[in-house]
T-cell receptor, first 109, second 112 residues
Framework: GQNIDQPTEMTATEGAIVQINCTYQ??????LFWYQQHAGEAPTFLSY????GLEEKGRFSSFLSRSKGYSYLLLKELQMKDSASYLC??????????FGTGTQLKVEL | GAGVSQSPSNKVTEKGKDVELRCDPI?????LYWYRQRLGQGLEFLIY????????KSGLPSDRFSAERTGESVSTLTIQRTQQEDSAVYLC??????????FGPGTRLTVL
């Protein structure tokens, strides 16, 4: 399997920037995803990285370093609605997806 | 369909009964996944179907759990002799084989 580690909880202020880190086992790695999950809802796709570097999509950016087995999700101009769980997931062994336990982000005024 | 659908949305059952959960993937999606999410926990991989290949059952927690999928259509997850520890949200997701797995709304299972 893929050991995926990410912080359990983070708190940030509205309007600020927050970075959520994720580390994973590199063996068999074939892509990294970030998903957002609001309480009581299904996860929704945010980003996908398969090559090293930064992928930017509006207020959200995701970075990948394959050699280090490391990714981060960067959220800018935080809004209250960004309070959610952020799930890091790796694809390996073809198309199999393994998820981390998620980082619960709380955005405060 | 437009998205992944699951039924029922909620299921309450008594300990020891069997339950069957259904997933309708997006048409044309070759890959289908089942995950379990206990309250406040992450997603636990259960099983993965890819086209007509043999499914990856490595995540099924016990022999009480089984899943089927016919071709690239509907999948059913069956839990026999349910236990209270089986209470969770069961999420189905499908993928066309390219990045971007799409999740269904889940089935919330409560075992009394």
């Amino acid at each position: 399997g893929q050991n995926i580690d990410q912080p359990t909880e983070m708190t940030a202020t509205e309007g600020a920037i927050v970075q959520i880190n994720c580390t994973y086992q590199t063996s068999g790695f074939n892509g990294l995803f970030w998903y957002q999950q609001h309480a009581g809802e299904a996860p929704t796709f945010l980003s996908y990285n398969v090559l090293d570097g930064l992928e930017e999509k509006g207020r959200f950016s995701s970075f990948l370093s394959r050699s280090k087995g490391y990714s981060y999700l960067l959220l800018k101009e935080l809004q209250m609605k960004d309070s959610a769980s952020y799930l890091c997931a790796t694809r390996w062994g073809g198309n199999k997806l393994t998820f981390g336990t998620g980082t619960q982000l709380k955005v405060e005024l | 369909g437009a998205g992944v659908s699951q039924s029922p949305s909620n299921k309450v059952t008594e300990k020891g009964k069997d339950v069957e959960l259904r997933c309708d993937p997006i048409s044309g999606h070759t890959a289908l996944y089942w995950y379990r999410q206990r309250l406040g926990q992450g997603l636990e991989f259960l099983i993965y179907f890819q086209g007509n290949s043999a499914p990856d059952k490595s995540g099924l927690p016990s022999d009480r759990f089984s899943a089927e999928r016919t071709g690239e259509s509907v999948s059913t997850l069956t839990i026999q002799r349910t236990q209270q520890e089986d209470s969770a949200v069961y999420l189905c997701a499908s993928s066309p084989g390219q990045p971007g797995v799409v999740f269904g709304p889940g089935t919330r299972l409560t075992v009394l």
